[in-house]
């Protein structure tokens, strides 16, 4: 099984809904993250969590809010989608300490019309 | 603030050629580098990373030394094959668990 998996694995959305990405992971970091894919823009990063309580905004926060339900679950949800949020969503893993190497899932492909 | 910059592709080589992709950095302190590639259909997976200055990652026959000098983390594999074909990033590590991406190079291998 996937150590860090994501679902839905894609979605098409209408603007205006209000759409959850969520993901879980088995390996036991504290350590989770999101990010988004655009062409030619590579990975931006939009929210991360240090543990359950502590949830920290990203690069490109705006438009967009998390949950950290527990250490192994953390959702990202666009309240109100709109076109230009169409795009790869990855979330990620990394350790407590010590590296700052991080594990990523599979995405979610999103497209909002 | 902390930047990445890699080489535009897409880099299109024959089965058997040389690979060279293109890192420079630009970091405050001391960062660790990475190279993570993404297959189609796929998220990324760590390809090779270093900690510290000259020390060389290594990983599936891709090799990257880090150049304090030069700023700089290339990627480099002697011989690619058609399974090569993939995305790959060059990332730093900013010493706050928070990683830097570049823009991605594609990689295209042909028979």
């Known amino acids: 099984d996937a150590d860090v998996t994501q679902t839905p694995r894609n979605r098409i959305t209408k603007t205006g809904k209000r759409i959850m990405l969520e993901c879980s992971q088995t390996k036991g970091h504290d350590r989770m993250y999101w990010y988004r894919q655009d062409p030619g823009l590579g990975l931006r990063l939009i929210y991360y969590?240090?543990?359950?309580?502590?949830?920290n905004k990203g690069e490109i926060s705006d438009g967009y809010s998390v949950s950290r339900q527990a250490q192994a679950k953390f959702s990202l949800s666009l309240e109100s989608a709109i076109p230009n949020q169409t795009a790869l969503y990855f979330c990620?893993?990394?350790?407590?300490?010590?590296?700052?190497?991080?594990?990523f899932g599979p995405g979610t492909r999103l497209t909002v019309l | 603030g902390d930047s990445v910059t890699q080489m535009e592709g897409p880099v299109t080589l024959s089965e058997e050629a040389f690979l060279t992709i293109n890192c420079t950095y630009t970091a405050t302190g001391y960062p660790s580098l990475f190279w993570y590639v993404q297959y189609p259909g796929e998220g990324l997976q760590l390809l090779l990373k270093a900690t510290k200055a000259d020390d060389k990652g290594s990983n599936k026959g891709f090799e990257a030394t880090y150049r304090k000098e030069t700023t700089s983390f290339h990627l480099e594999k002697g011989s690619v094959q058609v399974s090569d074909s993939a995305v790959y990033f060059c990332a730093l590590g900013t010493g706050f668990q928070k990683l830097v991406f570049g823009t991605g190079t594609r990689l295209l291998v042909s028979p």
């Open positions: 990620a893993t990394s350790q407590q300490a010590g590296t700052d190497t991080q594990y």
């Open positions: 969590s240090f543990d359950v309580k502590d949830i």
